[in-house]
């Protein structure tokens, strides 16, 4: 079966831009999590999506925005850019959404902001 | 946002050495993970954990879930140069899917061949 997989995996945008990220499940997961990683930070989630619609927010503001497509994959969509916008972008995808479920990273989006 | 509090930030180690490392947290939580990052990689599962008081191996690693449930440890036994990496443990609050988690800051485990 295949991984994550995100793109792009490196980009640069100037503050004030709109950025998407795109992420493809691994096979038979319906959910999909993101997650934004400062340098020497932990992830920290931002939000998740079951079935197309939003189950579950972190506290980002509502320029962080997502999608869920039918075939399970997502994008990330973030609004005028700040630089404290600047990190990896990871998203992990999970079949269903009881717990237990093993959470399988991608290897991330670097967005740098300037 | 919410973060646990995990230790030591770092730590130098002789090939062959034994690691430990904690997370602590003010909140309880009903699983505990422990995830490794590697340069350029997300973080990969290494063991869960679901019930207070368990220990679970995987290999040379084994965690333990505080009776607390506000704790957890990770050791790595006969640690070796692929070791290195950054580690990060992580809860998930009841009613949460594994999607939503909280992390901690990572240890970062360096070794000396």
């Known amino acids: 079966e295949t991984g994550v997989t995100q793109s792009p995996t490196h980009l640069i945008k100037t503050r004030g831009q709109q950025v998407t990220l795109r992420c493809s499940s691994q096979s038979g997961h319906n959910t999909v999590s993101w997650y934004q990683q400062a340098l020497g930070q932990g992830p920290q989630f931002i939000f998740q999506?079951?079935?197309?619609?939003?189950?579950g927010r972190g506290n980002f503001p509502p320029r962080f925005s997502g999608l869920q497509f039918p075939n399970y994959s997502s994008e990330l969509n973030v609004n005028a850019l700040e630089l404290d916008d600047s990190a990896l972008y990871l998203c992990a995808s999970e079949r269903g959404i009881a717990g237990a479920n093993v959470l399988t990273f991608g290897a991330g989006s670097r967005l740098t902001v300037l | 946002g919410q973060q646990l509090n995990q230790s030591p930030q770092s730590m130098f180690i002789q090939e062959g050495e034994d690691v430990s490392m904690n997370c602590t947290s003010s909140s309880i939580f009903n699983t505990w993970l422990w995830y490794k990052q590697d340069p350029g990689e997300g973080p990969v599962l290494l063991i869960a954990l679901y019930k207070a008081g368990e220990l679970t191996s995987n290999g040379r690693l084994t965690a333990q879930f505080g009776i607390t449930r506000k704790d957890s440890f990770l050791n790595i036994s006969a640690s070796i140069p692929s070791d290195v990496g950054i580690y990060f443990c992580a809860g998930q609050n009841y009613g949460g899917s594994q999607g939503n988690l909280i992390f901690g800051k990572g240890t970062k485990l360096s070794v000396k061949p």
């Open positions: 999506y079951y079935r197309e619609e939003e189950n």
